[in-house]
C-alpha cells in the first residue's frame, strides 16, 4: 500500500446482514441493494459482485456512469437507476441495460425515442410521489403516465412501480402507514388501466425493511442497513447489523512537545504540558472531517486519544500525553476497533451533526478501500 490511510472494507459483515434481509423477507420477495455512492463508499463493484454471488437480486445507482462500472466489471444483476435521466444519458443507459425510472411524459417519450433509436427494448419502473417530495409522477397521473407507455411506448416495457418512504425509519409509523396505503392505491389504479399486474412493486428502504413489513411488497430495496449502519438511531434494530467498513492510518511522525507548544494552524491548541504528539497521514481531504479539530478522537493501541489543533487537508495531531509506548508506524483507528474500544460511524455522525450515510460517503476517493476475501 503506498498510502498508509485505508479503509478497510468487512464484506464478510456486508454479506451477513444481506443474510439476515434475506431471512426476515423470505426467498419469495426480491431484494434490491442500492449501491450508488460507490456502495455508501464501500465500493460498488466489489459489493455488488458479492451480492451476485449470493443471490441478491437487483442493484440501485443514482446516475448512468455508476450503472455502466458495474456492467464494466462484468455484473450481470438488474440495474435501477432510481431518478430520472435526462434525454441525452438514455442511449448510454438502456444499451447497458440499465432500468431507468420514469416520473413524466416527456421522461417516457424520451426514453422511447433513445431506445427505438438505440435499436433496443429500454426497461422501466414508473416513480411515483407519495410523500417524498423528490422525484416522481403525482399519484393522480400515474394511471394515464402508464397507460401512455403501455400504448404509445412500443420500445418500452414497463416492468414495476416503486415509490420513496421519507420518514419509514422513524418511531412515528402513521405517516408512512399512510404512505403504503397511497402507493397500494396508486399501484391498483396503474393496473387497472393497463390491464395486467406489474411483477415489481416496491417502496422499503432501510427504514421499512427493519420497521414496516407492509412496505415488503415485491422487492424491499435497503441501502444504509446492507452496510451495517441504521438510517436513524430511533431505527428498530430487528435485524442484526455488523459494520461495513473500519477507517485506517499509521502514525507518520511522533515528537515530545515542551509546555506552551502550539500546535497546527491558527495555533488552536497549545500544549499545558510536556507531551507526546502523534501525527497522522489523515485529514478532511481524507473525509476526516475538519470539524473534529480539537473534537475528534482515534484509538491507538486499544487507547483512546483526543485530535489536537486543526484537521489539516491531508494530516492530524493526537495527543499522547506525557509518556507513550505508541511507535511511529502504529495503527491508529479513526472508525473501527482496537482493543476492546470502538469508534463507531454512528459516533462520527453524531459528532458531526449529520447522518451515517453521510460518515461513509465523505471518506474520499483517495482513500484505498481493501476489501476482505469472502
Ligand atoms: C429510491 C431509493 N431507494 C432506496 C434507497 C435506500 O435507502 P436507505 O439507504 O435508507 O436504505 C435510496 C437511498 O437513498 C433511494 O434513493
Known sequence: MLYQTHARIHLQNIRTNLEGIRRAVGTRRKILIAVKANAYGHGAVEVSRMAEAIGIDWLGVATVPEGIQLREAGIQLPILKFSPSFPEEMSAAVLARITLAVCSRANAEALEHAAQTSGVQAMTHLKVDTGMGRVGVAPEQAADLAAFIETECPHIRLEGIFTHLPVSDEADPEFTQAQILRFQTVVNDVETAIHRKLPLVHCAN?????GHEPAWLDMVRPGIMIYGFCPDPGTPRTIALHPGLSFLTRVSFLKKVAAGTSIGYGRSWVAPEDTWIATIPAGYADGFNRLFSNM?????????????????????????????????????????????????????????GTITYEVTCQINARVERVHDVV
Open 206 to 210: 432501510s427504514g421499512a425493511v427493519l
Open 296 to 352: 475528534g478522537r482515534v484509538l491507538i493501541q486499544g487507547r483512546s486519544f483526543p485530535i489536537v489543533g486543526r484537521v489539516c487537508m491531508d494530516q492530524s495531531m493526537v495527543n499522547l500525553g506525557p509518556a507513550t509506548t505508541v511507535k511511529v508506524g502504529d495503527e491508529v483507528v479513526l472508525i473501527g476497533q482496537s482493543g476492546d474500544q470502538a469508534i463507531t460511524v454512528e459516533e462520527w455522525a453524531q459528532k458531526l
